[in-house]
């Protein structure tokens, strides 16, 4: 998107994982030697900051989105 002129536009593609209410925080096996070169094998770059974290970036994507797609002109 850079090469394209807009360079501050982000289109990263991610995966995270949801849970319910209560369940035990896992944010620890991300950062297991054995899942980290897993993950990179597939060309994946494990983050695993923590769910407060992921709460905010996904909030960020609600938000952002929508506003992309009224600027431009997209309709359902």
Known sequence: ??????????????????APAGTPA???????????????KQGFDPLGQGSDAFKRYLLGDITRWPEVARHAGVRS
């Open 1 to 18: 998107m850079a090469e394209a002129g807009m360079p501050d536009f982000d289109t990263s593609l991610w995966f995270g994982v949801m």
């Open 26 to 40: 896992a944010e620890k096996a991300m950062h297991r030697p054995d899942a980290v070169e897993t993950l990179k």
